[in-house]
C-alpha cells in the first residue's frame, strides 16, 4: 500500500478524514458554508408565523451520520419536503459540551449565533443514534432494507457497523420545520421559505441512489428526470406505486405516500414490487475520476486559522494520496 509524505496508510486517513472531502471546483459550496446558508436563510424567516409556532425551531441541514455515510460503498440518501414539526416536539438533535467529555446538551439558539458548525453537525450526525422521529423514518428504513445493499440510517453504532452502508435524509424545499406542513401553507409563505441549498448539498454528496416519496412532480422536476426505467402498478387498486429512474450513474426510486413515506404499498405485495425494482436496479460503486481534497475538521464561519489539508486522485477506481501541504481556509 503507498502512504503519503507523513507515513500513513492512504486507506487508514481515507476512512477516518474522507467525510469532509469535496472538489476543488470554484463553484462548489463545502458543507460549513452549506450550513452558514442555512442559518441565513433561517435569520432571513424566523419571524414568520409557521415558523414561531414551533418552540426551538432551527433548520435541519441532514439527518444521519455523514461521516460514515461517505465512508460508505454505496451512498444513498433519502428525501423529504422539509423536516416535521416532531422533530421538536421532544428533545432530538443533542451536541457535546466540551470535546473532552462529550457531555450531551441540546442544541440551542447559541450554537447557531455562535457559528458553532462543528458541534451541530456532531447532533445532525447522531440523530439517528439517539432518538430519531420513528413513525417516519421507520418507512424509509423499510424501503432501503429491500434494495439488497446493505444500508441503513443507523449505519455504525459507537464505532460498529450495524449495516456495510449508511443513508443520511435531506428536504428539498427548506431544512426548516412549519406548522402547517408544507402542502398546507399560502403559496407566498412556501416562496419566501424556498431557498437553494437542496441542489448544492445534492452536489456535494454525490449519491449513488436517491428515495423520495411524496409528490412526483417535484422529484421529476427537480432532477431533470423523463421516462422511468421501471414502473410498479398495484395488482390490488391499479395504482402506481413504485418507479425507478436511472440517469449518469445515479438511481432514483420514486414511492407513492400514504401520510408516510412508501406506505400505499401494501404488506402483501411490498417484496414483489421491490423485487421486481432491483432487477432493473443498476448501481457503481466506483469512485469518481479526479482530484479531492480532505479537511480533517468542519471550517467555522469566519475562522482563518490554517489547516493541515491532504489532497488525494482517484483514477480507474484506485485512490492515491500524492501530496500534502499547509493550506489556510478563510470564510
Given at each position: 500500500?503507498?502512504?503519503?509524505?507523513?507515513?500513513?496508510?492512504?486507506?487508514?486517513?481515507?476512512?477516518?478524514?474522507?467525510?469532509?472531502?469535496?472538489?476543488?471546483?470554484?463553484?462548489?459550496?463545502?458543507?460549513?458554508?452549506?450550513?452558514?446558508?442555512?442559518?441565513?436563510?433561517?435569520?432571513?424567516?424566523?419571524?414568520?408565523?409557521?415558523?414561531?409556532?414551533?418552540?426551538?425551531?432551527?433548520?435541519?441541514?441532514?439527518?444521519?451520520?455523514?461521516?460514515?455515510?461517505?465512508?460508505?460503498?454505496?451512498?444513498?440518501?433519502?428525501?423529504?419536503?422539509?423536516?416535521?414539526?416532531?422533530?421538536?416536539?421532544?428533545?432530538?438533535?443533542?451536541?457535546?459540551?466540551?470535546?473532552?467529555?462529550?457531555?450531551?446538551?441540546?442544541?440551542?439558539?447559541?450554537?447557531?449565533?455562535?457559528?458553532?458548525?462543528?458541534?451541530?453537525?456532531?447532533?445532525?450526525?447522531?440523530?439517528?443514534?439517539?432518538?430519531?422521529?420513528?413513525?417516519?423514518?421507520?418507512?424509509?428504513?423499510?424501503?432501503?432494507?429491500?434494495?439488497?445493499?446493505?444500508?441503513?440510517?443507523?449505519?455504525?453504532?459507537?464505532?460498529?457497523?450495524?449495516?456495510?452502508?449508511?443513508?443520511?435524509?435531506?428536504?428539498?424545499?427548506?431544512?426548516?420545520?412549519?406548522?402547517?406542513?408544507?402542502?398546507?401553507?399560502?403559496?407566498?409563505?412556501?416562496?419566501?421559505?424556498?431557498?437553494?441549498?437542496?441542489?448544492?448539498?445534492?452536489?456535494?454528496?454525490?449519491?449513488?441512489?436517491?428515495?423520495?416519496?411524496?409528490?412526483?412532480?417535484?422529484?421529476?422536476?427537480?432532477?431533470?428526470?423523463?421516462?422511468?426505467?421501471?414502473?410498479?402498478?398495484?395488482?390490488?387498486?391499479?395504482?402506481l406505486l413504485l418507479e425507478l429512474y436511472q440517469?449518469?450513474?445515479?438511481?432514483?426510486?420514486?414511492?407513492?405516500?400514504?401520510?408516510?413515506?412508501?406506505?400505499?404499498?401494501?404488506?402483501?405485495?411490498?417484496?414483489?414490487?421491490?423485487?421486481?425494482?432491483?432487477?432493473?436496479?443498476?448501481?457503481?460503486?466506483?469512485?469518481?475520476?479526479?482530484?479531492?481534497?480532505?479537511?480533517?475538521?468542519?471550517?467555522?464561519?469566519?475562522?482563518?486559522?490554517?489547516?493541515?489539508?491532504?489532497?488525494?486522485?482517484?483514477?480507474?477506481?484506485?485512490f492515491d494520496f500524492h501530496v500534502c501541504e499547509?493550506?489556510?481556509?478563510?470564510?
Open positions: 500500500m503507498k502512504k503519503n509524505l507523513l507515513g500513513v496508510p492512504s486507506e487508514t486517513i481515507q476512512k477516518n478524514f474522507c467525510w469532509n472531502y469535496h472538489f476543488t471546483a470554484k463553484d462548489h459550496d463545502d458543507v460549513g458554508v452549506l450550513l452558514a446558508k442555512a442559518w441565513n436563510k433561517f435569520e432571513e424567516v424566523k419571524d414568520l408565523s409557521p415558523l414561531e409556532r414551533i418552540a426551538g425551531n432551527f433548520p435541519i441541514l441532514w439527518f444521519g451520520d455523514m461521516d460514515a455515510y461517505f465512508r460508505s460503498e454505496i451512498r444513498v440518501i433519502t428525501v423529504g419536503l422539509n423536516p416535521s414539526i416532531r422533530e421538536f416536539s421532544e428533545p432530538r438533535f443533542f451536541t457535546y459540551d466540551d470535546k473532552k467529555s462529550k457531555k450531551a446538551v441540546y442544541v440551542a439558539k447559541s450554537h447557531w449565533e455562535n457559528a458553532e458548525y462543528e458541534r451541530i453537525a456532531w447532533a445532525y450526525n447522531n440523530y439517528f443514534h439517539i432518538n430519531p422521529y420513528h413513525t417516519y423514518f421507520n418507512c424509509y428504513e423499510k424501503a432501503l432494507r429491500s434494495l439488497g445493499i446493505d444500508v441503513s440510517y443507523a449505519g455504525e453504532e459507537l464505532g460498529v457497523p450495524v449495516a456495510k452502508n449508511t443513508a443520511i435524509h435531506i428536504d428539498l424545499k427548506t431544512p426548516i420545520a412549519t406548522d402547517p406542513t408544507w402542502s398546507k401553507l399560502p403559496e407566498s409563505i412556501q416562496e419566501k421559505l424556498a431557498c437553494d441549498l437542496f441542489g448544492k448539498l445534492v452536489s456535494y454528496l454525490r449519491p449513488d441512489v436517491v428515495l423520495f416519496s411524496t409528490g412526483k412532480l417535484d422529484f421529476l422536476s427537480e432532477f431533470g428526470l423523463g421516462k422511468p426505467d421501471f414502473s410498479y402498478t398495484s395488482i390490488f387498486s391499479k395504482k440517469n449518469e450513474g445515479v438511481a432514483y426510486i420514486w414511492g407513492s405516500p400514504n401520510n408516510n413515506p412508501f406506505m400505499m404499498i401494501r404488506n402483501e405485495e411490498w417484496d414483489i414490487a421491490f423485487s421486481e425494482l432491483c432487477k432493473y436496479l443498476s448501481i457503481s460503486a466506483k469512485p469518481e475520476e479526479g482530484v479531492f481534497w480532505v479537511v480533517p475538521a468542519i471550517p467555522h464561519k469566519n475562522l482563518s486559522h490554517l489547516y493541515e489539508i491532504f489532497q488525494f486522485e482517484v483514477m480507474e477506481g484506485v499547509t493550506r489556510g481556509i478563510i470564510f
